[in-house]
């Protein structure tokens, strides 16, 4: 089973700045990692596959990158609405699916 | 527009049963592989099932398998997943969740707690 682990646990950020998320495979994934917001009370949704893609409808200030064991997530210019929990996901090696135990962004 | 309904989330006692639906519209259902994903209160994202898209392959995680089963009824665009032997640790809002590897579309959860 591959582990993802992301980092930090809690990042705190100003609106206006640039947030870094990262996320770690135990194993290479290539490039089959997703990434989702949460937000408290709702479901998740999808905001990157393929490692960099944006899925529909998510604004271009949210962008990914990396391939085989570290990806980055990264909200250029972070907005109000963009403080939630982010999960990446790696779909590489399944089953079973397996999710980063998530990073909350919080407003500083 | 794509919608995801759950339903049939309660409160049942540990070695109980339930049957969890997902009611689906806007998208060609049985062209899709659909995905159950569970969260724990307070914890993060579990994925337990996967279905492919005319029901011929089943994948379950290792913490239900010979427990839980997941099926389609295609010709009514709905997603199932019978629990059985429900443990105090499946306690969780369990969503169905449109695609195979990532997902595209989630529903709102269903809320199951096992409890005495």
């Known amino acids: 089973e591959v582990v993802m682990t992301q980092s930090p646990a809690t990042l705190s950020v100003s609106p206006g700045e640039r947030a870094t998320l990262s996320c770690r495979a135990s194993q290479s994934v290539s490039s089959n990692l997703a990434w989702y917001q949460q937000k408290p009370g709702q479901a998740p949704r999808l905001l990157i596959y393929d490692a960099s893609t944006r899925a529909t409808g998510i604004p271009a200030r949210f962008s990914g990158i990396g391939s085989g064991t570290e990806f980055t997530l990264t909200i250029s210019s972070l907005q109000s609405e963009d403080f939630a929990v982010y999960y990446c996901q790696q779909y590489n090696n399944w089953p079973p699916i397996t999710f980063g135990q998530g990073t909350r962004l919080e407003i500083k | 527009e794509v919608q995801l309904v759950e339903s049939g989330g309660d409160l049942v006692q540990p070695g109980g049963s339930l049957r969890l639906s997902c009611a689906t519209s806007?998208?060609?259902?049985?062209?899709?592989?659909m995905t159950w994903v569970r969260q724990a209160p307070g914890k993060g994202l579990e994925w337990i099932s996967y279905i492919s898209s005319i029901g011929s392959t089943k994948y379950y995680a290792d913490s239900v398998k010979g427990r839980f089963t997941i099926s389609r009824d295609n010709d009514k665009n709905s997603l199932h997943l019978q629990m059985h032997s429900l443990r105090a640790e499946d306690t969780a809002m369990y969503y169905c969740?449109?695609?195979?590897?990532?997902?595209?579309?989630w529903g709102q959860g269903t809320l199951v707690t096992v409890s005495s």
């Open positions: 806007g998208f060609t259902f049985n062209s899709y592989e």
């Open positions: 969740a449109r695609g195979g590897a990532y997902y595209w579309d």
